[in-house]
């Protein structure tokens, strides 16, 4: 044992146990693409049997080294090219890395591979554990033919070996699963086998390739991957901090083909959406209901200065004429102002009621209004309409004003788009220049109309374009105020009633 004490005896274990651990990278790596091809529940076993032979199979190549020495003695010769055993050997692993490499590069560059697929057919079990045998006794022998050059001591050789395969049994799996994680390091990997495969076939042919050489290219593009994986990282954790829904809204959003302002597409380029994809009302569609949980209630309701209402004080004769000039199917019956709400009533129950020489007032008694905070979300009011069977829902703030009202129909237009009325104009008119918008707009339609993005903010108070425009302005414009975001000029053209009633946009040529 006086030989444990020698301190070179130490450092040429530490050295020797280093090598094999880098020499047995590679075989690590080809080992984490060959067990892929296995059932999930043989891939342990398989990695775990294909090292174990490969360490029984270094020791019995030790326990023969006076039969390595030999396989550097040249065989035979061609021209001016001898080779020997060891030639023969490194020849034969390196076509077959090469060949394996090429297999499995043109497997996941075509897509062939798909580990998701229900009827994926795994490798026999018997061919894994084989090809992981054979590539084995390619890097066993580059190994033990190292230790050998290294080192005179077998007891030190062979508690190398021992060492560094109990290093790689335990770092197998952390590597498998990284690489199986990682698509493109499976496919840096490869490469750096392809890499090897021709040196092993140059080292055969008897050009040497310093090993240094092709470590350096192998670190200088694992140092490059590392930073790629980082920032693939960072982006992923950045994603993480956005919204499930926001982030599957915009997914879903830009497989339909959206366009952000800066992808817009030149005016005389037409549009290819008949036959590829989503055509724009379809688009329309489908943002509508994809961000309809995303809206308040004031973006789809019916504004308190637009609700047509009856008056219990009126007489019929004005009753009857105000239900024939309006083509509206219902009608809050209120005493002197909207917010004294005695009930709903459909018109046909209006007009036959008002035949029979009912009051209004008679008539709303046993038709309550639904009445719903402006607070709560759209999911909800979906909820409340369907209870309501088809009868219109009230909106009241926290102080019990009636801020609006929401009809089914409000709903359906918030999803489709407009429906409109026989003298209705619509919300936005297309014109050469532009648009011709009106001011109670609602921002998620007016998104969808002009095709941009960043009108809506969730933390702004406001919903209508008018809306918009007030906060940026800080008060009620004047006809002709001009203001400019991004790439669209917003010029008001009216101003009735203390309320900006025609905006026109146009977009800034750059």
């Known amino acids: 044992m006086e030989f444990l004490m020698d301190p070179s005896i130490w450092v ?4 020797l146990v280093i090598l094999e651990i880098v020499l047995g990278i590679d075989n690590l790596v080809f080992i984490a693409i060959l067990v892929k091809k296995l059932p999930p529940h043989q891939r342990d076993r398989a990695r775990i049997i294909g090292l174990s032979l490969a360490l029984l199979m270094r020791l019995g190549l030790l326990g023969v080294v006076s039969w390595l020495v030999t396989l550097t003695t040249p065989l035979f010769s061609v021209g001016a090219l001898s080779f020997s055993g060891r030639d023969l050997i490194l020849m034969a692993g390196g076509l077959f890395l090469l060949f394996k490499a090429t297999m499995e590069l043109h497997e996941r560059l075509e897509g062939k591979t798909h580990e998701a697929d229900a009827n994926v057919a795994y490798a026999g079990f018997g061919v894994v554990v084989a090809q992981i045998l054979v590539l084995d006794a390619v890097f066993s022998l580059d190994s033990i033919i190292t230790a050998v050059g290294m080192v005179d001591n077998l007891a030190v050789m062979m508690t190398a070996v021992i060492v560094a395969m109990v290093v790689m049994l335990a770092a197998s799996k952390s590597l498998t699963d990284f690489v199986n994680a990682h698509p493109t390091v499976v496919v840096l990997c490869l490469s750096f086998l392809l890499m090897i495969g021709f040196s092993l076939v140059a080292e055969g042919f008897g050009f040497h390739i310093p090993k240094g050489y092709l470590y350096a290219a192998i670190g200088f593009s694992i140092l490059i991957e590392s930073f790629n994986q980082l920032a693939r990282r960072n982006f992923i954790r950045q994603e993480a901090h956005i919204p499930l829904r926001e982030r599957t809204t915009a997914a879903i959003f830009k497989l339909m083909g959206a366009r952000n302002q800066q992808e ?4 005389n380029q037409p549009r290819q959406d008949e036959g590829h994809g989503f ?6 569609m489908i943002s509508g209901v994809l961000s309809l949980a995303e809206r308040s209630i004031r973006t789809i309701m019916t504004p308190r200065a637009d609700i047509v209402w009856l008056d219990v004080q009126d007489n019929a ?10 083509p509206h199917s219902l009608f809050p019956i209120c005493d002197g102002e909207l917010d004294n709400m005695l009930g709903v009533v ?15 007032a008679e008539l709303a008694r046993h038709h309550d209004p639904v009445i719903v905070p402006e607070s709560i979300n759209v999911i909800r009011l979906m909820d409340v309409l369907r209870e309501a069977r088809g009868t219109m829902v009230l909106i009241t703030d926290e102080f019990g004003t009636i801020q ?5 129909h409000d709903l359906l237009e918030a999803i ?8 209705e104009t619509p919300e936005v008119l297309p014109q050469d220049d532009g648009w011709l918008v009106k001011g109670s707009t609602d921002l998620h339609y007016l998104e969808q109309v002009l095709d941009r993005k960043g009108l809506v903010d969730p933390d702004d108070e406001y919903a ?15 006809n002709g105020t001009v203001m400019e975001r991004d790439d669209l000029r917003f010029e008001v053209v009216e101003v009735a009633d203390f309320r900006i009633a025609q905006v026109k946009i146009t977009p800034i040529v750059a």
């Open 416 to 423: 489709v788009g407009e429906f409109l009325d026989e003298h």
């Open 317 to 326: 004769d004005e009753v009857m004429a105000q239900l024939l000039d309006v």
């Open 264 to 267: 817009a597409e030149p005016e």
């Open 346 to 360: 459909r018109a046909k129950e209006l007009v036959a009621g008002l035949k029979e020489g009912k009051t209004l």
């Open 464 to 478: 209508t374009l008018a809306g918009m425009l007030l906060a940026w302005s800080g008060r009620l414009p004047e």
């Open 279 to 284: 055509v724009e009302e379809e688009r329309h």
């Open 404 to 408: 609006g009202l929401v009809t089914p």
């Open 12 to 15: 040429g274990l530490l050295t």
